[in-house]
C-alpha cells in the first residue's frame, strides 16, 4: 500500500478525511449493522438475489473496481471477512463512461440546488462461497468507507392483462380521453422534437407495427420467458400510423429502449442512467417497474434508494421521467412510508423527485376513478388508462398471423396508465419545443398537465387527474386564435400561415391599409367591402374616393416622402401626397 494513499493516525485515512472530524455518515447509529442488514432486506419484501450485494461508497473514497478487485481501500478499513480486499467479485454498477457521468451529476446539482450521491461510487458485489446477504450487509454497512450498501431486488413479475375490451379510446378527446390525435397535424404534435425512452424488458422488437429502436446502455437480457408487456408499452407509444393495427399516441417520436435486466442483475438505477446518458433535455424516461414495499405489495420503484437517486439524476438533467404507482393498492401517505427503509422516504413532499407518478384510473362507469390496485396518495401526480388498453402484443385481440402481429384490447394496471400518460408528456414537450423552440422543465411539464387535465372523480383516494393534451397545448400557447379555425395562432404561424411583422397574430387576421373593396362597381354588394385580396378592385375604389374627397378613406399622408415624419400621417388635405402614398401600399400588398 502506497504511503501517499495510507496514513494511519489516529483513524485518519489520508487523503479523503474518515475519521472523526469527517461529517457524519447517513446512517444514524441507532440501530447496529445486523439490524440495518435486516431492514434493508425486508424493505424489498425478500424478493432479493441470493448471492449479490449493492454498495454506494462514500463520495470520497478513491475507490474501483479492476478485473474483480477492489482498488484504493486502506487494508485497515477493511470488515473482519476481508469483503473489500479478497472479493475477486467486484464490479462497477454503471455503464456510463466517467467523463458523462460527472456531466450528469454536475447538471443535476445545478438543478436541484445542493450535491447529489455520486453514483460512480456505486459497485456490486457477487459475494464469496459461504457468505450470505444479510452476513455480508451487516459487514459492510459497518464500515466507514460503506455510504450504505443494500440487497439488489430480482426483476418483479411481469403483471398479467386483463380481457379484450374496447380500442383505442386513451386517443380520444377528454374527458374520456387525453386527445393526443387532436393535434397530430400540428408541429411536434405526433412527438416529433421528444425522445421516448422505455425502462424494462419483454419487447418483441419484430412486431411489424412497432418502428426499429435504439438500446441505450448495456445490452437487455429478458428474465422471463415473455416478451408481450414491452411489446405492449410499445404500441401505445409508437406503433406506426399505416393503416392497421394500432397507432401510438406519438409515432413520431424517436424510440429507444433500456434495460431493467442487464449482465444478469436487476438494475434499474444504470438503466435509468443510461437512459439519461442518451438522451437530451424534453425527452422521456418512462420506468415501466414497481418494486416490492412494505406489506410485500407493490409501490413505485423510487422506493429503492439507489433508482430514486438516478431519477433526480435524470430529471436534474431536464429529461421527464414518468414512473408507474405500482399495482399494490398502497396509501403512499401512509406513516409506513416514512418510517424504517434506511430512512429513504421518497413520497414525501419534501424529498420529491421530479417524477411523473401515474396511477390507473378506470373508463365507462368508472371513468376517473382510481381502480383498486392502484397505489395512491399525495405524491402521485396523473393517472392513466389503468385497464381496456388496445396496443401490441399478447394476441386476445388478434393472432391469426403469428406472434409479431399480436393485438390485446385489455393491456391493464399501471403499466398501461403510465404509457398512455407519456403520451401526453411528450406530445405537449415536443410541441413547446417545435412551436416555441422551448424546452419546458420537468417541473413545468408536470404542473401545466396537473392543472389542465380532467379531475379525477369518485373516492378521492388521490391519483392525479387525467391529462388533456388539447388542454395543456391552449394554455401553452394562449386563447389567440384570431381566424377561428380551432388551432392557437402560434401554432398557425409555425405551419407556415406569414406573419410579416412578427407580433404573433397571422397576416391574414391584421387589417390590411391597400386592401378596400371586393369589387369596383359601386352596385356591387363588395363595393367597399375587404376581401382580403389586393388587386384592381382595390386601386379603382381608392381612385372613386380620391376624386370624392373621401377623407376618411383618402386622407392618409402629410408628405410621400417615407423619410419624412409625416409620412403617413393624415393632415386634413388630399392631394398627391395621399395618392402616392397609396399606391406605395398597394405595390407592398399585405
Not at 471477512?81 to 443535476?108: E, K, N, P, Q
Not at 415536443?430 to 416555441?436: F, Y
Request: net charge negative; hydrophobic share 40%; proline share 8%.
Amino acid at each position: 500500500m502506497s504511503a501517499t494513499l495510507l496514513l494511519c493516525c489516529a483513524g485518519t485515512w489520508l487523503p479523503g478525511g474518515f475519521g472523526a472530524a469527517h461529517a457524519p455518515s447517513i446512517r444514524d447509529g441507532t440501530r447496529p449493522p445486523s439490524g440495518r442488514a435486516r431492514e434493508a432486506i425486508e424493505a424489498i419484501a425478500g424478493h432479493i438475489e441470493p448471492d449479490v450485494v449493492f454498495v454506494k461508497f462514500r463520495d470520497d473514497a478513491p475507490v474501483r473496481a479492476e478485473a474483480g478487485r477492489l482498488i484504493g481501500v486502506p487494508e485497515d478499513a477493511d470488515s473482519p471477512g476481508g469483503l473489500l480486499l479478497a472479493s475477486d467479485g467486484w464490479t462497477a454498477w454503471h455503464d456510463v463512461d466517467a467523463v458523462t457521468m460527472t456531466r450528469l451529476r454536475s447538471r443535476a446539482e445545478a438543478y436541484w440546488g445542493g450535491t447529489l450521491p455520486d453514483p460512480s461510487k456505486e459497485f456490486g458485489l457477487h459475494l464469496p462461497a459461504g457468505v450470505d446477504v444479510e452476513t455480508a450487509l451487516a459487514s459492510l454497512m459497518a464500515l466507514e468507507v460503506v455510504a450504505y450498501a443494500a440487497p439488489v431486488a430480482l426483476p418483479p413479475d411481469l403483471p398479467t392483462p386483463g380481457n379484450y375490451e374496447g380500442q383505442q379510446g386513451y386517443l380520444n378527446a377528454a374527458t374520456g380521453g387525453m386527445n393526443p390525435r387532436s393535434i397530430w397535424t400540428w408541429p411536434g404534435g405526433a412527438g416529433g422534437a421528444s425522445a421516448v425512452c422505455d425502462i424494462e424488458y419483454a419487447w418483441n422488437t419484430s412486431h411489424i407495427d412497432l418502428p426499429p429502436v435504439t438500446v441505450l446502455g448495456a445490452t437487455p437480457q429478458n428474465p422471463f420467458s415473455d416478451n408481450h408487456h414491452g411489446t405492449a408499452v410499445l404500441g401505445v407509444l409508437m406503433s406506426r400510423p399505416n393503416g392497421f393495427g394500432t397507432t401510438g399516441g406519438v409515432h413520431n417520436a424517436p424510440g429507444f429502449v433500456a434495460g431493467a435486466y442487464t449482465a444478469n442483475q436487476y438494475r434499474l438505477n444504470a438503466a435509468i442512467l443510461s437512459a439519461a446518458a442518451g438522451l437530451e433535455p424534453g425527452d422521456v424516461i418512462l420506468i415501466e417497474q414497481q418494486i416490492w414495499g412494505p406489506n410485500n405489495e407493490y409501490v413505485p420503484s423510487e422506493w429503492v434508494r439507489s433508482v430514486y437517486d438516478a431519477i433526480r439524476i435524470a430529471v436534474g438533467n431536464g429529461i421527464h421521467v414518468v414512473e408507474a404507482a405500482g399495482n399494490g393498492g398502497q396509501n403512499l401517505d401512509d406513516a409506513m412510508f416514512s418510517s424504517g427503509n434506511g430512512g429513504h422516504w421518497p413520497f414525501l413532499a419534501a424529498n420529491d423527485s421530479g417524477a411523473i407518478i401515474v396511477g390507473a384510473g378506470g373508463t365507462g362507469s368508472s371513468d376517473r376513478q382510481r381502480l383498486s390496485f392502484s397505489c395512491y396518495g399525495s405524491t402521485v401526480d396523473l393517472q392513466g388508462w389503468g385497464h381496456n388498453v388496445v396496443t401490441t402484443g399478447y394476441g386476445s385481440l388478434y393472432n391469426a398471423e403469428g406472434l409479431n402481429a399480436y393485438y390485446t384490447g385489455g393491456f391493464n394496471g399501471t403499466s398501461s396508465a403510465s404509457p398512455t400518460v407519456v403520451n401526453a408528456v411528450a406530445s405537449v414537450s415536443s410541441l413547446a419545443q417545435a412551436v416555441l423552440g422551448d424546452v419546458l422543465t420537468p417541473a413545468e411539464l408536470r404542473d401545466l398537465l396537473r392543472s389542465t387535465g380532467s379531475p379525477q372523480l369518485g373516492a378521492l383516494t388521490n391519483i392525479g387527474p387525467r391529462p388533456d393534451v388539447l388542454g395543456a397545448a391552449w394554455a401553452l400557447f394562449g386563447p389567440a386564435d384570431c381566424d377561428g379555425n380551432s388551432r392557437p395562432d402560434a401554432v398557425d404561424i409555425a405551419l407556415g400561415a406569414p406573419d410579416a411583422d412578427g407580433n404573433g397574430v397571422p397576416d391574414i387576421c391584421e387589417p390590411c391599409p391597400a386592401d378596400l373593396s371586393g369589387s369596383s362597381d359601386p352596385n356591387d354588394p363588395g363595393y367597399g367591402v375587404p376581401d382580403g385580396s389586393i388587386d384592381s378592385a382595390d386601386f379603382f375604389y381608392f381612385l372613386d374616393a380620391f376624386a370624392a374627397g373621401d377623407a376618411q378613406t383618402a386622407d392618409l399622408t402629410g408628405s410621400s416622402d417615407p423619410n419624412d415624419p409625416a409620412y403617413g400621417t393624415p393632415d386634413g388635405l388630399i392631394d398627391a401626397a395621399d395618392f402616392f402614398f397609396y399606391l406605395d401600399l398597394f405595390v407592398q400588398g399585405c
